[in-house]
């Protein structure tokens, strides 16, 4: 069994180039990569091996506007014949699709969260709709979904 014990950050990068004005088709685009992914030297368990998957999670807005970056790591255990098989595919710079979408949804939940803060900080709009509740009179027929 493959089990996330640690989430660190260790790098955050924000940048609001200009202001948007509002004749510009603004485009948010999110981007995820692993750039390292190594066994940590961490006791937690006899048996278990800990790996170690660093990560940059991007937020660029189109044109030229802001961006936001996350540097960081996640922590996986794992027993060592798992925690083998994924260092040997590592070496092609693959990460199997079970264990990229654990990341990426711990990843995109811890990031999303920051980078909404940081959103607001900066008066750029989020990166994420947010949920809007409408009046019974907007809605469409059919629509009974608030969020």
């Known amino acids: 069994m493959i089990q996330i014990v640690g989430f660190n950050l260790k790098k955050i990068n924000a940048e609001k180039v200009t202001e948007i004005k509002t004749k510009d088709k603004l485009e948010i685009k999110s981007n995820f990569s692993f750039s390292d992914v190594k066994e940590e030297d ?10 170690g998957f660093s990560f940059t999670f991007d937020v660029n807005y189109e044109p030229k506007i802001a961006s936001i970056r996350f540097e ?23 990460v199997r699709e079970d264990i990229r979408i654990l990341l990426y949804n711990q990843i ?40």
Request: glycine fraction near 4%; charged fraction near 35%.
């Open 108 to 147: 995109l939940l811890r990031c999303s969260v920051k980078a909404l803060q940081i959103e607001e900080e900066f008066s750029i709009p989020f990166h994420i709709p947010m949920p809007r509740f409408t009046p019974e009179s907007q809605k469409q027929p059919g629509q009974n979904y608030a969020g």
């Open 42 to 51: 961490i006791d937690i368990s006899k048996d278990k091996h800990i790996l």
């Open 72 to 94: 960081g790591l996640v922590l996986l255990m794992m027993d060592e014949k798992e925690a083998k098989d994924i260092l040997k595919e590592w070496k092609k710079k693959k």
